[in-house]
């Protein structure tokens, strides 16, 4: 029986952050690195606490909305000429979960050049977004393999360049007062920054419990899954499919819970995938599926760093494992794989197979009772799961196919058009 979950709010948002821009190695870090310059703005104007750690929020994760890791690096690169549409669904994001909402206005607006508002920067939205605003660039201005102080003369005049017109001279003069600073530089650029924000930064008092926790991961399945029209509703279906084989299993309503969170989570580490290689539709090559078989270590290692989501992680984690050994990337086998883990594997390429996939339409029942069976008789899933979700299967695939359907539905309203545009 498994205790309620409750874990440290300031590391799940670090590790969330971490795993958007986990990407590659030229913006890595980068919404980490923007919200440290954010809290020390904002730290610097004295403002309240609660003001401070809601704008820290906004900018672990102010780009959650540019969905392909493409658009990302074109953002990051200054090559990106459409600004508003990820703040469009950043926005959107934030707002799924009412502990983000209260920052989701700040996010919409952080590429407001300063000439376009019509507020005075008094008002709350207008001074976050142009602290975000700045953050944000002189995060981008900086060049990573440069030592930085001899960047920061250069720095501070391209911020002095665009103040008054994109920037607010007031939040200039703020970076101003703290760009003398080298500690400031130094820890901006530390590789150890992580564990300084963790136990020195914003939330690092603040623990949140399992509605919390569930209302992120609910809203990150979306960031996963909106990547691509081919995976726009899987980790939903995933999650709604393990729920029911966990119900009809006999798991605890506890249990239950956490299996939805790690249906949520389990293919968190494909933010790291680049949509070529996600939308592809012939073979991969092998550099490929190497790159693909990263996604479920990523899923474990940034699920695992935040501390008391243990047997999510693992539940999340495991769905490519083989009971015989013969998955990956841990290659571990029957006796380490649990019941939670053997539901996520089955529930996992059902739902998979039920998919489009840019290579292939959705399998029909027939074909996927037998590739579910091969996969029992080659012993590589578990025989128990595979024959409940068979037994039960019209009642399985109608709440599996009615829960996609609203995800699918929320994407072509919203998404779809934007990633069409981005990757
Ligand atoms: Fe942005
Ligand atoms: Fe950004
Ligand atoms: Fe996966």
């Not at 393999?145 to 920061?152: A, E, G, P, S, T």
Request: proline share 3%.
């Amino acid at each position: 029986m498994l205790n309620e979950l409750t874990v440290n709010f300031s590391n799940l948002l670090l590790s969330l952050s971490d795993a958007v821009d986990l990407a590659n190695s030229k913006i890595a870090s980068h919404q980490m690195r923007t919200a440290f310059i954010v809290w020390q703005l904002c730290r610097t104007a004295q403002l309240p606490e609660v003001e401070t750690d809601q704008l820290y929020m906004a900018a672990l994760l102010h780009d959650i909305g540019a969905l392909s890791l493409e658009e990302k690096q074109r953002l990051h690169d200054f090559i990106e000429v459409d600004l508003d549409t990820h703040c469009i669904l950043s926005e959107a994001l934030f707002n799924l979960s009412p502990l983000l909402s209260p920052a989701a206005r700040v996010v919409r607006f952080h590429h407001k050049p300063w000439r376009e508002w019509d507020d005075p920067l008094s008002s709350p939205d207008v001074f976050g977004a142009q602290i975000l605003y700045l953050a944000d660039l002189l995060e981008r201005f900086i060049v990573r393999d440069q030592y930085i102080l001899l960047q920061v003369d250069d720095l501070k005049k391209k911020i002095l360049a665009v103040s008054g017109n994109e920037l607010h001279p007031e939040i200039v003069d703020l970076f101003m007062q703290i760009a003398h600073r080298e500690d400031f530089w130094f820890d901006l650029t530390s590789p150890r920054l992580y564990s300084l924000l963790l136990h020195s930064g914003p939330y690092r008092l603040t623990e949140i419990g399992s509605s919390s926790i569930f209302s992120i991961a609910s809203l990150f399945r979306h960031i996963i899954d909106f990547k691509s029209r081919f995976t726009a509703s899987h980790s939903t279906g995933v999650a709604e499919c393990a729920v029911l084989l966990s119900q009809k299993f006999g798991l605890t309503d506890t249990e239950i819970v956490q299996m939805e969170i790690a249906g949520y989570f389990h293919d968190l580490g494909k933010l790291a995938v680049p949509n070529a290689i996600l939308e592809k539709n012939s073979g991969l090559t092998k550099e490929e599926f190497a790159i693909i078989r990263q996604h479920t270590y990523f899923t474990y290692s940034v699920l695992n760093t935040v501390g008391g989501l243990d047997q999510i992680s693992e539940w999340a984690a495991f769905h490519h494992e083989r009971l015989d050994g013969s998955g990956y990337p841990f290659h571990i086998s029957a006796d380490k794989i649990n019941i939670g883990a053997r539901i996520m594997a089955v529930a996992d390429l059902f739902t998979a197979v039920a998919e489009d996939r840019p290579y292939r339409k959705g399998m029909e029942r027939k074909q996927i009772e037998s590739i579910l069976l091969s996969q029992v008789n080659k012993n590589a899933n578990d025989k128990r799961i595979t024959m409940l979700l068979l037994d039960n299967y019209q009642e399985i695939v109608a709440r599996v196919k009615e829960k996609q359907a609203l995800s699918t539905e929320m994407f072509e309203k919203k998404f779809q058009q934007c990633t069409q545009k981005s990757s």
